[in-house]
């Protein structure tokens, strides 16, 4: 759908606003609202009367919501609680972080009460400008445009004063312009982000299927007709008549080598497995614990099987594609024999082996647990001949590459209906687009 302009313009005099359209002004946020900055974890509380309070973080403050499904808790003195607390109508907008987190800004409801938050997000309290609107010029190009460009910015992380935030320019309609436009864009924000939920729905049914047919393939093989047997294993059920059961002892023993200089640092991703590359400097602080030492670290060999033992049965672990060193934290076991690793890692990522790897770890809480060598070695797989291994390998990479690509064009769809959703708000706050007269049509509707 196309747009027409207004009749008129006028210079704004922000150069990446541009011309706005006549009767409209741009008003500095000083002039809109005030801006309540946020508490500093670690302030000392000793000695004096404190309550616990839940607050909100840079990562509760979405692109487009805010997330209470992971609230923490603060204990700050009975005192500063009126100073920190959130109203419902503030506009929350993050201090600092990633690029693309800087200033996003979402309304609040008042959803907990009381709550308040962290330095690192401003509560934008607004007087003269609806709260709704000022959010939707935050997450419009001239918004996104101000706070790059007024940003502190490092390595991959940017932040904003609150001095500078007062200084972002809003553009205003009339008032009664102003709300219209809003309901104009909660309707076709409103369609857009309906489509962008089919897509994701689409996507969690293409992971849900990827899963299914690996698991099948990997615990029952790939021809249907062969005979079966029942492997004695409750998580296994029946399996194919020719396969071995064993122990993944028996397929694997526990290597402990010294790690060496001139071999790069792996890590192990719950998503992805092993890396197969040297890892940075910031992700040596993030990933591992890190050591000036490397002979601290463990030597690994292609093709070994490296498991996290605090993270096994979240999925910390995989197979090793290149020479390299894990962290001490890291279990490594290596193949007794002719063994495709990447067989056993599939099976290991089923649902009921990682069900079956929680339940042989040991630890009081989820957070605890912690699967040993001696305990990983005794849980029990079913083995396909050496050929088979690499058939089921080989049709799984076949096969994923078919969800993998149905994946990547729901991603690729839901990319492009955001970016039509982030360029229909920008232009209608701007007025660079008149839809006066299908905001008349939304008020008619209603």
């Not at 489509?195 to 249907?224: C, F, H, N, P």
């Not at 492997?231 to 122990?247: D, F, I, T």
């Not at 992700?283 to 292609?302: F, G, I, L, P, Q």
């Not at 089921?392 to 955001?418: K, P, S, V």
Request: aromatic share 8%; hydrophobic share 45%; proline share 5%.
């Amino acid at each position: 759908m196309s747009f027409p302009a207004y009749p008129t313009y006028q210079d704004s005099g922000i150069s990446w606003i541009g011309p706005v359209p006549a009767g409209w002004s741009v008003k500095r946020l000083r002039f809109l609202a005030q801006v309540q900055t946020g508490i500093a974890k670690g302030k000392d509380v000793q000695g004096i009367e404190t309550i616990r309070v839940p607050y909100l973080r840079v990562a509760n403050v979405q692109d487009g919501f805010i997330d209470i499904d992971d609230v923490s808790e603060i204990e700050i003195a009975a005192t500063d609680l009126g100073r920190y607390l959130l109203r419902a109508g503030d506009v929350l907008m993050n201090e600092g972080g990633d690029f693309d987190k800087l200033g996003r800004g979402q309304v609040w409801n008042g959803a907990i009460d009381p709550c308040i938050h962290q330095n690192h997000v401003f509560a934008v309290r607004p007087h003269g400008i609806e709260p709704e609107w000022l959010a939707l010029v935050t997450s419009a190009d001239c918004g996104r445009f101000f706070f790059m460009t007024r940003a502190k910015q490092s390595t991959n992380l940017a932040s904003i004063s609150s001095t500078n935030l007062l200084e972002l320019p809003v553009p205003c309609p009339p008032p009664a312009e102003r709300r219209a436009i809003m309901r104009f864009l909660d309707r076709e924000a409103g369609k857009i982000d309906a489509l962008v939920a089919e897509q994701e729905r689409l996507i969690a049914l293409l992971k849900q299927k990827r899963q299914a047919v690996i698991s099948q393939a990997v615990t029952k093989g790939l021809d249907a007709s062969v005979p079966m047997k029942d492997s004695g294993v409750a998580w296994l059920g029946q399996v194919p008549a020719h396969w071995e059961v064993l122990r993944l002892g028996a397929l694997f023993r526990e290597a402990i080598e010294e790690g060496e200089h001139d071999l790069p640092v792996l890590s192990v991703s719950i998503h992805d497995g092993v890396s197969d590359r040297e890892l940075s400097d910031s992700e040596m602080d993030r990933k591992v614990t890190r050591s000036e030492d490397r002979t601290k670290y463990k030597k690994v060999a292609v093709g070994d099987l490296v498991y996290n033992m605090m993270r096994a049965w979240q999925g910390g672990f995989g197979t090793v594609a290149v020479a390299g060193m894990v962290s001490p934290a890291y279990v490594v076991a290596r193949p007794r024999g002719d063994l495709r690793t990447a067989f056993v890692e599939f099976v290991l990522r089923t649902p009921q082996a990682i069900e079956e790897m929680r339940r042989y770890s040991k630890g009081v809480t989820d957070f605890r647990l912690r699967l040993y060598w001696d305990e990983f070695k005794q849980i029990v797989l079913a083995v396909p001949p050496l050929t088979e291994q690499a058939s089921i390998l080989a049709a799984i990479d076949d096969q994923a590459a078919r969800f993998d690509t149905l994946t990547t064009e729901a991603h690729r769809a839901i990319a492009l209906l955001r970016e039509r959703r982030a360029a229909l708000i920008s232009a209608a706050v701007t007025g660079k687009i008149d839809v006066r007269g299908l905001c008349l049509s939304v008020d008619e509707a209603a």
